[in-house]
């Protein structure tokens, strides 16, 4: 398609300066350009100005005139639709897609009819239920383009039309196909949900994950890429709702199976089962991580970024077992997944010749293959390397050659996979399938876009030709769509020219065409593609749409719709075919696991199932279609995959041509996958192979601008003369106006609802326009500007005049200080030099004094100096002295001892040698020898004995000296042996480690003394630190004392400030709380309303003529209310009281463990005194059933029916009253529990103030008790003595034993008291008959006594084997508890032995510790019921006594009104008559007609002009008189009654506000009676002394009120929804749309989207006094009603946050009212409810608050948005609003003149820059359906219920006053 069209606009001959066009650009492809000089026809060129002020020539063809593009004004820049442009073409669409996705970040946008998505490659927060949720119900083009808008304007026009819809998503791979059919589907899936529980919406979104993981892989373009095409149909009922769903496949890509690109993968459910091989029930699977096997390992990386697949894998396992699919089959399917990988790692192994090829018998991958499968192993083995040729005559068996093994081993698990592919569909389908009658259904098409790669092969052959059969659907819709609009608008239709295709389609799939002639190849024995193709070549060389090319003689050209594709012929055939081997899959057949089997059987199913290969794409079809497929010509045409894909194709295109298509154009923006990047060459080429510029181009040809007339002449209002805004007809305003502008009337034509404008026109209009702007502006520019200079000029002269004066007076004041200082400084002068001539005076003086006393102390130190010195020399003199006297006195005392020494030498000399001489004579050696002998003789002997020693010393020395000898030698080989192992020298080595031992110990002295010297530094660094910090510490408690000063005065402010936050955090936590419960109370009434409907649809159905069963009371009791009545269980009171406490948490409730403990275990008493009780029943039933078999005699049959019957009632009754005391002892632990829970969260009432009411209700409560049981026992006294009376008279006794025995608590021996009774009876009865045997009737008396006696006995025998029984039970429960806690031991102890010794002794002193705890409970339980009886039995004496005193009075009263009782007794019905008491009495049987009257038929408008609320007056004064008379069933029924009744008039008029708002008013008054009439002080403080004695007197209706106040909630919240249905259709249109400030908003061009199909004729815009009126009217409605001034706050609180919520959401979902104009339209509508809010005193409600996001919004729409410091002002003021809706806002800020301008992007970013710090949630839109918690204040009635008057139009004239 040539771009550069002519019906796009292009320049005009003469075009001025200054205009803007586009020219083509090699890589930008467009580029916008300005003219800097003006064009004349005839120029060859253009001078042009690109936006980076470059100046270019550009030549113009003269021949051609081809000239540029023409660009569109600024303000119609970034349009939703890009029909909205006024030039339409090529750039400008691409201009306009590129600046909404970079600059707004908004990744759709409409195209006429097609939505175009730009995948933007990262997950954006535009998919939530939020969103679903404001897209629903919407019209398509109100809202932003959104995948949501189409799915809603799919889903609204099969409603309405009743007819099937279509979504069909297309695109390249990687664009986002799929994400946008699964967001359809979830869209759908939310809207439509199913009514019944099958919950399908959720199996047919569950089925996503499984097509994703066996049906999706990533490629180079695509992490998740769509490996095949499907189209779902979702089948919805006559209600709408999703019944089911169906599935269809096209064309899934086998050839993945066996062989993947680099950088791809195989499909997802390999590589996520490899992720899971370690778990336990896939090790017989035996696979491991993927890189180990050939099919998932050849892409090369096996991980995707930021994908885990295992959680991919749980997910579908998941989705598997939600579907249905048995975990046996799920554990089959990954068997026969495993076992592929297996195959394609199969080694083959080559033989020498070549020719053959074999498998290794202990091949692993093999044996686990046929494991798997269980399929023989020598078969498999044998086939998989030979294959069979079967002749006319003779059946061969031939070896196959390596390649020929492989391929066929490719085929066998490609045909596996896609096999498996096909029952997995088909199991889906099942699983989505209905038994329901489908009424309509939606179809979501997820089909492959136009492809083009360098290699184009059969599947980019088959996906291309499926695109031109859906591009030629979508070209008719489209060329449809114009026609209807114009025929519908009665514009005269000319003939638009558009591309069809059908050559194209017909050269494909025509007789003799491509595909023909493909199948007619494939039958020839030989056939091959080069013949194929040739031809191809001989039978459409002639085709437009077919080319030769040059180079090649094995490939051809096909022109398609988009572009010229060239596919290479090469493996046609052989994808044709798609041939496996018939034996390998016979083999399969075999297999002895039944889903293998069950998937290679041959289907039933007249069109096959073949199976393709290749590159690209190959196809698995399974269809399903109502419609009989086509009849193939031959049959040898349904083994081809291109005859299977055709028949496909028609059979998609029938569906599609039948219902109403809605179409999504997927656009991928650039190939490296980076988000949010636009590269304009990517996008053009889709944007031309999808459709989008086909549409522009057909849409161009007629009149693409369309404008209502409204809204253009709001528009262009301003062109409109005066004299012609006379008329009030704006048709005709139009009609001239546009006449005058547009002199050409083909440029423009008249419709019955629009004006269609050519294209170029509206941006001509808009050209005119602006130049009105641009005139107006500059006129009201010059008189401001004069005003401006007028005003500057008088104010420069005033503030001339000003300053003059200042002046003059200035310089005046000037000389005056000038004299003034002039005669203070001769003054100052001559004390100055005064002073001077003093100060020189006093400085001569000072110098000459201190000269003369330096002088005088020099003198005086000289003469000391003199002194000094002389006496220092004689000192030196004296010691001088000294010391040369005591040197001569040594010198002469050395000399005298040296002559001494000498002196005795000589002597000494002179002895030494007489001495000498006598020495040497004989006597002297004789003195010597005096003794010798006997020391040589000693000596002798020592010496033998040492001689001895020394023998056995050297013997010991030589065998020790051997053994060394011996030892050493070993120690040298030993030693020699270990040098030879080591290598090395050991002295070195140990050398070396005593040196590094050295150097280490040197080193660790060094450190030492290092670590010392640091020490020494620290110590005094800390000795002066903590100096330091003394004198701080002094410093600080003087600051500290002066800051306590400051602190006294401030801690009063602070307190308050305390108090406050505390109020509020505690107000806060309160609402939380509130709310919560609110919203169980609710989701309670939504379940309570489904369940009542569920009954009614139940009861119609099994109603039958002649046979109705209604309900009991009882049991519609217990249906239609939610309190707990006489017969609650007490373990369900139980269970509540410890929600309540775990939910207000441990810390909050405060609990005592004490306490918690002892509501357990009260909690395992009472039910298994309730399981006793039942058994007693149980086998008092059995006993009474054996009894009535006994035959006996008639009389006495009856006696013991009497008997039975009222030995029953009072069991009854005993077990009643025990159940009672039961269910009042666990009411007051609950009680306990639930005010220490609630006692931190009080805030206006003390601990005190709450417990003195509660001791006063258990007091009440046990005096009631006691006078019940004292009432019964007087009536059963009273009915046994008038049955004694009448059984005496009475010939037949007819005793009714029920009667006889009411309710009694008090315990009595039951048999004794049967026995005497019927004694009495049978003697008073049956005397008269015994006087025929003795006249005195002594014998009779006797007989009757023995009886009596007898039957006494048998009574005592049947209660001792009672007794028995109930002994032997009670000992076995005993036994079986026993064993229970041994259980419990044994396992603790066997616990205790698996811990540690210091677990164990833990764990025992805990077990003791619970012991102890449980026994001492026991024992305060034991304390606390004797001390409760104790109190019992003091009140029953009291009360005993009381009893007495009054029967006596009351005696005595008796007799004296027995005797004036005629004459007193009309007096006395005077009397009440006059003296009404707020009473009001009926009997039983009115209460339905009570109920009816009074609730069921009341209509509010009956009660006009009486008292507010007087419904619930009456019903109170009903429940008075019941509780006056202590009638507790009447009380209960009544209640029941009225709560029932009031549930079904709710119902019943669901959407009438009135009757809602006169029912909550009458159940919150009855609500208060309840309160302030019950007799509790803190409701009753505000009472009269008249009121108090209208309290209630014996019955305590607690649980009523909580009741009543969940029934008030429920009709709150039904008032609430019912007000918001009404409000909601109005606020867009009043709040945004309609022009409360006239000619403030102007309208923008719109496109297609406002023409929907959706839209209903008429005007329904609302403005805002249609709101105010509706508010107005729910205003008075329910002050009429007499609600409470509280409850109509909160209700006006919550509409106008509806207002706020459901405005501010449109806002941020609507670029068209992102404007100033609309800003300023808001803060007017906000401030007129504002003021609205204060005329009718409802300021103080919080509503104003509730719309302060609102307001910011407004606020942010007219700030300025350019510098920083207006971004600060935005964040500082946009505190309620959300980082993201200021960013929303600013993004889809919209100028409606060209005068405004947009925001950028850098100020945006600015903003996200300063909001970061923000915890803002991450939700777009407010919850519109938030309802904030209700609050029922207590609001007491001034009223007295004996100054009500009862109307006769109530028709209550059964009720009696009393």
């Not at 003021?1731 to 910011?1752: C, F, H, K, Y």
Request: with cysteine; glycine share 4%; hydrophobic share 35%.
């Amino acid at each position: 398609m040539d771009p550069k069209s002519s019906s796009f606009p292009v320049l005009h001959r003469n075009t001025r300066q200054y205009t803007r066009v586009w020219i083509p650009d090699p890589d930008e492809v467009w580029r916008s350009a300005e003219l800097t000089k003006d064009y004349k026809e005839g120029d060859r060129s253009l001078q042009l100005k690109l936006e980076d002020e470059t100046i270019r020539e550009y030549p113009v063809d003269a021949q051609s005139n081809h000239l540029p593009f023409l660009r569109n004004p600024d303000i119609l820049v970034g349009e939703n639709d890009l029909t909205a442009l006024s030039y339409l073409h090529e750039p400008a669409v691409l201009h306009n897609l590129k600046v909404r996705f970079l600059e707004s970040n908004h990744i759709y946008t409409y195209c006429g009819i097609v939505l175009v998505a730009i995948n933007p490659y990262e997950q954006l927060p535009i998919y939530g239920q939020d969103v679903i949720y404001a897209y629903s119900g919407q019209n398509m083009g109100d809202m932003d383009p959104h995948i949501f808008a189409v799915a809603e304007e799919a889903y609204k026009q099969m409603a309405r039309d009743e007819k099937n819809q279509s979504i069909i998503v297309s695109g390249e791979s990687g664009a986002g196909k799929t994400v946008s059919a699964k967001y359809a589907m979830r869209y759908f899936a939310t809207v439509g949900g199913s009514a019944s529980e099958t919950n399908i919406e959720e199996k047919v979104l569950a089925s996503s994950p499984i097509m994703e993981a066996i049906g999706n892989a990533k490629t180079t373009r695509n992490d998740n890429s769509s490996r095949f095409g499907k189209y779902i149909q979702i089948g919805f009922d006559k209600r709408y709702h999703i019944i089911g769903a169906n599935m269809r496949t096209y064309l899934l890509e086998k050839s993945r199976v066996v062989f993947q690109a680099d950088d791809e993968r195989n499909y997802h459910i390999f590589y996520q089962l490899c992720a899971a091989a370690s778990l336990p029930e896939f090790k017989e699977l035996a696979l491991t991580c993927a890189e180990d096997f050939f099919y998932t390992s050849q892409g090369g990386d096996t991980s995707i970024e930021g994908v885990d697949d295992a959680k991919d894998f749980e997910k579908t396992r998941q989705a598997f077992t939600l579907l249905g699919v048995r975990e046996s089959h799920q554990i089959s399917i990954f068997k026969i997944i495993a076992s592929i990988l297996h195959l394609g790692s199969v080694e083959i192994q080559a033989e020498r010749d070549g020719d053959s090829c074999s498998i290794s018998p202990q091949d692993e991958h093999l044996n686990n293959f046929c494991r798997l499968l269980g399929v023989e192993h020598s078969q498999m083995e044998h086939w998989l390397c030979h294959r069979k040729l079967v002749t006319t005559s003779e059946t061969y068996v031939k070896t196959m050659s390596v390649q020929q093994v492989v391929n066929a081993r490719n085929a066998l698990a490609k045909h596996i996979y896609a096999q498996l592919f096909g029952w997995i569909v088909e199991h889906i389908n099942k699983a989505l399938h209905t038994s329901l009658k489908q009424h309509s259904f939606i179809g979501v098409l997820d089909i492959y876009g136009f492809e083009t790669f360098e290699v184009n092969s059969f599947e980019q052959f088959c996906i291309n030709y499926a695109n031109e059969k859906l591009q030629q659907q979508f070209n008719s819709h489209v060329f449809k769509l114009e026609q209807e609009e114009y025929m519908k608008e009665q514009i005269p239709w000319t003939l638009i020219d558009f591309y069809d295709n059908q050559p194209c389609i017909d050269l494909i799939e025509a007789k003799l065409g491509i595909l023909d002639l493909l199948d007619e190849e494939c039958k020839v024995p030989k056939g091959t593609d080069q013949n194929w193709a040739q031809k191809l070549y001989d039978r459409h060389s002639s085709s437009q749409h077919f080319q030769k090319p040059r180079m090649s003689n094995t490939a051809f050209i096909v022109v398609h719709f988009a572009d010229k594709v060239e596919y290479l012929s090469d493996g046609f055939l052989e994808k044709n075919r798609d041939t496996v081997y018939e034996e390998q899959i016979n083999i399969l057949k075999a297999s002895k696991f039944p889903l293998v089997a069950d998937l290679f059987h041959d289907d039933k199913d007249p069109v096959p199932t073949p199976t393709t290969s290749g590159k690209g794409s190959s196809s698995k079809i399974n269809i399903r279609s109502a419609r009989p497929p086509m009849k193939p010509s031959n049959k040898e045409h349904k083994k081809t995959v291109g005859h299977q894909f055709r028949t496909s194709l028609h059979l998609l295109m029938e569906t599609l041509n039948a219902t109403t298509p809605h179409y999504v154009r997927c656009i991928k923006p650039n190939d490296e996958k980076l988000p949010f990047h636009f590269d304009p060459k990517r996008a053009v080429q889709q944007l031309r192979a999808c459709g989008v510029l086909e549409t522009i181009r057909i849409s161009a040809a007629g009149y693409p601008s369309r404008w209502p007339y409204h809204d253009f002449f709001n528009r262009y209002r301003v062109l409109v003369r005066k004299k012609d805004l006379a008329n009030t007809d704006k048709k005709a305003i139009c009609k001239s106006v546009l006449e005058n502008l547009i002199k050409d009337p083909d440029k423009f034509q008249f419709g019955r609802t629009k004006i269609f404008f050519r294209a170029g026109q509206v941006a001509y209009l808009e050209k005119l326009r602006a130049d009105k702007f641009r005139a107006a502006t500059i006129m009201i520019q010059k008189t401001v500007r004069g005003w401006l200079q007028k005003v500057k000029y008088r104010r420069l002269k005033k503030a001339t005049l000003t300053l003059q004066k200042y002046c003059r007076g200035h310089l005046a004041r000037r000389l005056a200080e000038h004299l003034r200082r002039t005669r203070a400084a001769v003054v100052l002068q001559k004390q100055y030099r005064m002073r001077r001539a003093r100060l020189a005076y006093l400085h001569v003086r000072r110098a000459a004094v201190i000269i003369q006393a330096f002088t005088r102390a020099m003198f005086v130190r000289r003469n000391y100096r003199q002194v000094l010195m002389e006496h220092k020399a004689t000192v030196i003199q004296k010691h001088a002295r000294g010391w040369m006297a005591r040197r001569r006195f040594w010198r002469l005392r050395g000399a005298a001892i040296i002559i001494q020494c000498a002196f005795r030498r000589l002597k000494a000399k002179q002895e030494l040698k007489a001495l000498k001489i006598e020495a040497r004579s004989a006597e002297h050696l004789k003195r010597l020898n005096v003794g010798m002998e006997n020391k040589v003789v000693q000596l002798q002997r020592k010496i033998d004995d040492q001689n001895k020693e020394f023998k056995t010393l050297s013997e010991q020395l030589s065998t020790v000296t051997s053994t060394h000898a011996m030892e050493v030698e070993k120690l040298k080989k030993e030693l020699a042996h270990y040098q030879q192992n080591q290598g090395g020298d050991t002295s070195l080595r140990l050398q070396e480690e005593v040196a590094s031992l050295r150097t280490e110990l040197q080193r660790a002295h060094s450190e030492r003394k290092v670590l010392e010297d640091a020490h020494s530094r620290e110590k005094d660094e800390l000795r002066k630190r903590v100096a330091d910090l003394e004198q701080e510490n002094a410093l600080l408690k003087d600051e500290k004392e002066q800051l306590n000063n400051q602190i006294l005065c401030q801690s009063k402010d602070e307190f308050a400030q305390n108090s406050v936050k505390e109020n509020l955090l505690m107000k806060k936590e309160l609402e939380e709380e509130r709310s919560r419960y609110q919203n169980l109370v609710k989701e309670y009434s939504r379940l309570e309303q489904r369940y009542d409907n569920l009954r009614d649809e139940m009861t119609i159905i099994k109603q039958t003529p002649g046979h109705r069963r209604n309900p009991s009371n009882q049991s519609s009791l217990e249906s239609d209310s939610n309190y707990p009545s006489i017969s609650t269980s007490e373990v369900g009171d139980t269970e509540d009281a410890l929600q309540q406490v775990e939910e207000m948490g441990l810390e909050k409730a405060a609990m005592d463990m004490t306490v918690f403990l002892k509501l357990q275990k009260r909690v395992r008493e009472l039910e298994q005194e309730r399981k006793k009780l039942q058994m007693q029943l149980e086998k008092r039933e059995q006993q009474d059933s054996r009894k009535a078999q006994v035959e006996q005699p008639k009389n006495d049959l009856d006696l013991d029916q009497d008997a039975d019957l009222a030995y029953n009632s009072l069991k009854r009754q005993e077990l009643e009253s025990e159940n009672k005391k039961l269910k009042n002892d666990l009411n007051e632990l609950r009680k306990a529990v639930a005010d220490q829970a609630t006692q931190n969260n009080s805030t206006h009432s003390s601990a005190d103030s709450y417990s003195l009411p509660l001791n006063q209700l258990k007091l009440a409560n046990e005096e009631l008790e006691v006078r019940k049981e004292e009432v019964l026992i007087l009536r059963t006294q009273i009915v046994s003595a008038d049955q004694r009376r009448l059984s005496s008279k009475s010939a037949e006794p007819n005793i009714n034993a029920r009667t006889s025995w009411p309710n009694s608590e008090k315990h009595v021996d039951q048999e004794d008291a049967i026995e005497a009774y019927h004694g009495v009876c049978q003697t008073n009865s049956k005397t008269e008959d015994w006087g025929y045997l003795n006249e005195d009737g002594e014998l009779g008396l006797a007989y009757q006594g023995l009886k009596q006696v007898a039957r006494l006995l048998e009574a005592q025998l049947q209660a001792q084997s009672l007794e028995h029984e109930e002994e032997v039970e009670r000992l076995k429960a005993q036994v079986e508890s026993l064993k229970e806690e041994m259980d419990k031991q044994q396992q603790t102890f066997c616990q205790t032995l698996l811990l540690s010794p210091e677990a164990q002794v833990e764990f025992g002193v805990q077990q003791e510790i619970s012991r102890l705890t449980n026994e001492n409970l026991d024992l305060k339980e034991l304390v606390e019921k004797l001390e409760k009886n104790e109190r019992k039995l003091k009140k029953q004496l009291k009360i005993y006594m009381k009893k007495v005193q009054d029967l006596e009075a009351a005696q005595a009263l008796a007799q004296s009104e027995r005797r004036r009782h005629e004459l007193t007794r009309q007096v006395t019905v005077q009397r009440k008559e006059k003296d009404f008491q707020g009473m009001l009495e009926y009997h039983k049987e009115d209460e339905a007609l009570l109920i009816r009257n009074l609730v069921t038929d009341l209509k509010p408008q009956m009660l006009s002009g009486t008292v507010p609320c007087l419904p619930a007056y009456i019903l109170y004064m009903c429940i008075r008189h019941a509780d006056y008379t202590n009638d507790d069933l009447k009380v209960h029924s009544l209640l029941t009654s009225t709560i029932n009744g009031i549930k079904k008039v709710l119902k019943k008029h669901n959407d009438d506000f009135e009757m809602t708002s006169f029912w909550l008013s009458n159940t919150c008054r009855l609500l208060h009676c309840l309160k302030q009439y019950s007799g509790d002080e803190g409701f009753m403080t505000q009472n009269t002394a008249k009121q108090n004695e209208h309290c209630l007197k014996n019955f305590d209706l607690t649980e009523y009120r909580q009741v009543l106040s969940d029934l008030s909630i429920q009709i709150y919240q039904q008032l609430i929804k019912i007000a918001e249905g009404v409000l909601q259709p109005m606020i867009v249109s009043a709040m945004l749309e309609n022009e409360s400030i006239q000619g403030l908003s102007g309208v923008k061009p719109t496109g297609y989207r406002k023409r929907s199909s959706s839209m209903v004729d008429g005007d329904n815009s609302y403005c805002l006094e249609a709101i105010i009126r509706q508010m107005n009217s729910f205003h008075t409605v329910l002050c009429d009603q007499g609600l409470d001034p509280e409850i109509i706050l909160q209700v006006f609180k919550q509409l106008f946050y509806m207002i706020n919520a459901v405005t501010l959401n449109n806002l941020l979902l609507r670029k068209d009212v992102c404007s100033w104009s609309t800003g300023m339209q808001l803060r007017y509508n906000i401030s007129q409810l504002e003021e609205w809010l204060r005329g009718r005193n409802l300021q103080q409600s919080g509503a104003v608050q509730t719309m302060e996001p609102l307001i910011q919004a407004a606020q942010l729409l007219q700030l300025k948005k350019k510098t920083r410091e207006d971004a600060e002002a935005i964040c500082s003021l946009c505190t309620s609003l959300s980082t993201q809706q200021i960013v929303k806002i600013l993004n889809l800020y919209t100028p409606l003149n060209e005068f405004e301008e947009r925001v950028t992007v850098a100020f945006i970013r600015t903003i996200q820059a300063q909001l970061q710090e923000r915890n803002d949630p991450q939700q777009l839109l407010l919850d519109f359906k938030h309802m904030f918690p209700v609050l029922f204040p207590f609001n007491p009635s001034s009223l007295t219920m004996d100054s009500i008057h009862i109307p006769a139009c109530l028709n209550l004239e059964f009720l009696n006053e009393v």
